[in-house]
């Protein structure tokens, strides 16, 4: 595990299974979202799946999975859910979030790599698919490179898989910070904000996964999104 410099924050404890929750934003992922939660339930007590109108019968399977179900009666973006999420993971005593995917691509078998890295009481922990580039499409892959090069220069660090969103976050640092993108701009964001207000990443080598899993990205109406936050970020500088 490597990280953008040493941690001096003692004030951050490590992450365990009674003070960490998942977050998983979902639409439409009734295929895999209860293996996904009975897998994290391995590891981490608390499970909020964040169900983002799905159409079909995510929530019930989730919750059937053990997880906390919140459900967005309207489709609202990952961002959206992601923020529902923290909310209540604080309400519930939490001081870490893990963010996961429901469609399957994270490996719960990583979670304990992200509890592990927390001990060095870096804020912000970031999956790095990175350690086996090959096994990643490579359309995702040369996107993935491009665009990590852009927000390594915006953050000023670097940061080699700005995109996964497989994630550890400390949550009352992530509350401390304003985070204003709602759809799938959120990845980007979280790494720019950390950096800029001085929290310091670290990143975890996770494994690489890519199935059945259909992607929600809309490549062009989430690439204008996408430039336009980039575009506001460069001139916030």
């Known amino acids: 595990m490597d990280s953008a410099g040493a941690s001096r924050n003692s004030r951050i404890v490590s992450a365990n299974a009674s003070n960490c929750a998942a977050v998983i934003p979902c639409r439409d992922e009734a295929r895999a979202v209860d293996d996904v939660v009975r897998g994290v339930r391995l590891h981490l007590d608390t499970v909020i799946v964040v169900d983002d109108a799905s159409r079909d019968d995510t929530a019930s399977k989730a919750s059937a999975a053990g997880a906390v179900v919140l459900r967005q009666e309207e489709h609202r973006g990952k961002g959206d859910s992601l923020a529902k999420g923290w909310k209540e993971a604080a309400r519930r005593g939490c001081v870490w979030v893990l963010h996961m995917d429901g469609d399957g691509q994270h490996s719960p078998a990583d979670i304990p790599r992200f ?117 506001a970020a460069r001139r916030g500088r």
């Not at 499409?137 to 040369?142: F, I, T």
């Not at 759809?183 to 950390?194: G, K, N």
């Not at 490549?219 to 575009?231: K, N, Q």
Request: net charge positive; with cysteine.
């Open 115 to 231: 509890l592990t890295a927390s001990t060095e009481r870096i804020p912000l922990w970031i999956g790095n698919r990175f350690n086996n580039p090959a096994a990643i499409p490579w359309a995702r892959r040369l996107v993935n490179r491009w665009m990590s090069r852009q927000l390594s220069q915006l953050a000023g660090i670097d940061i080699p898989d700005s995109q996964c969103g497989y994630r550890l976050m400390h949550l009352p640092t992530l509350m401390s910070l304003r985070i204003q993108t709602r759809h799938f701009e959120i990845e980007s964001e979280l790494c720019v904000a950390f950096a800029r207000a001085g929290k310091q990443l670290g990143f975890v080598p996770v494994e690489v996964r890519y199935g059945a899993e259909v992607s929600k990205i809309s490549p062009l109406r989430d690439a204008i999104r996408w430039g336009r936050w980039y575009a």
